[in-house]
């Protein structure tokens, strides 16, 4: 309905994939999603205006030996992304859509529970040399390191919303 929010359709896509400990990596305005969505766990990010998604990540630590989905806040995406993504193989598993100029990175990404700890460590390493790095740098750096890394295709399942076309393909199918 007119009211839903993108996290309202993120908690809806985690619960029918049975993701329910969701925890939410913010700094500016936190406080207004913490009222809207008390039932999340969060952890807050202080310097969000000079660091950046990659520090924020590292705010929080993951459960040990689990799957952990890692989206933006500004991904859009259908239950049916998080199951392709889980079915892909590898260490990590990268959602894309396609542009008119090719693969786009959507903003949505799984590590595998038994290479997370590693992945971690790297996410700190590459955070340590730019504070500044964003998910798709922390992904060139894991694939750099070894890890097998998996390209899913999520046209028509996932889109940011900055992009109103594939926001209208995900939302209404091929009825856009």
Sequence with gaps: DSSG?????????LSNHGVVKITYLG????QKVIERYPALS???????????????????????DSDCFIFR?????LPEALVR????SGDVAVGYYSLEAGEQFV????VAGSRLEAAYVIAEKVAQKNCSANIEQW????????????????????????????LARTLFGSKA
């Design 5 to 13: 929010t993108v996290l309202d359709w993120a908690q809806h896509a």
């Design 27 to 30: 700094g500016y305005q936190i």
């Design 139 to 166: 992904v060139d750096a894991l694939i750099a390191e070894g890890f097998h890394t998996s390209r899913v295709d999520l046209d028509g399942l996932a889109a940011p919303i900055s992009d109103q076309f594939a």
């Design 42 to 64: 969060y952890r807050y990010h202080a310097a969000w205006q000079r660091e950046g998604e990659l520090a924020a990540l590292l705010t929080f630590r993951p459960i040990p």
């Design 107 to 110: 903003g949505i990404i799984v």
């Design 73 to 77: 806040a500004s991904t859009f995406f």
């Design 85 to 88: 993504l889980s079915q892909a």
